[in-house]
DNA sequence: AACGCATATATAAAATACTTATATATATTT
DNA sequence: AAATATATATAAGTATTTTATATATGCGTT
């Protein structure tokens, strides 16, 4: 609902995060999941989806097993090892990223820049 | 340094962040208070910035004073009763975003993610 | 039986927001 | 004299996401 332009870069790391912790998953449960999580507050989209899966599987950071389940084609995704390493280093700089954030949320930060001066 | 796509979105909420902490600033100062509160880790540009801040006084959201100081013009932008209400919303929003992206952080949620299936 | 909804992957066009580069000009420090 | 800090501004380029569209099966309901 609201206007997600917050999202831009950090769903690379959100996609290397939920890998990390899954050992494998699916594109359609990767968007679930994130919904699900979020308490439906990040909608991630097919259309953002893909491509970065397939420029992780490009990098070398994932690769791919397909599945016939139900009859339909499922392809599930895991890190390689050098996946594993790209996923910490996006996961840190989005920790860090967050705690410099919430520097800046602080209520009234205004008034120890103030007093800085 | 580190590839800052993730400030997308977030710099016009730390903007109207600072000014409502600060009653009055001018552009160059928003960028050094930006740069300092986060250690150095924002930098604001100014080619982000003052479109950003252009774009604030279009919409009525903030107003602006110019001043002569030291042979230099100056420009001071201070919120409007509009902009303090959309300082507030973008300010919560961001707010949100950052406590979801910790939820979503937060080390071995896959746990319960398998858990709670 | 038909309809809608959930499941499942995929791509292209459009919108958006930022980075990089460039321009101009004065004051201060080394 | 040169470099750095102060001060605002815009345009071109890039990157990432949203929106729209395509295809196809399974399941539940009326």
Chains 1, 2 share one sequence.
Request: proline share 3%; net charge positive.
């Amino acid at each position: 609902m609201a206007s997600n332009d917050l999202l831009k870069g950090t769903l690379k790391p959100i996609i290397l995060k939920l890998l990390t912790e899954n050992k494998r998953m699916y594109g359609y449960e990767i968007t679930q999941s994130v919904k699900e999580l979020s308490k439906g507050k990040i909608e991630l989209t097919f259309g953002a989806l893909y491509p970065i899966l397939h420029k992780l599987e490009q990098d070398g950071a994932v690769i791919t097993e397909s599945e016939i389940i139900n009859n339909r084609n499922r392809i599930y995704y895991s890190l390689t090892e050098t996946g594993k390493n790209t996923a910490k280093e996006k996961i840190a700089e989005l920790e860090e990223f967050v705690n410099t954030l919430r520097i800046l949320l602080k209520p009234n930060y205004g008034l120890e820049y103030v007093l800085a001066r």
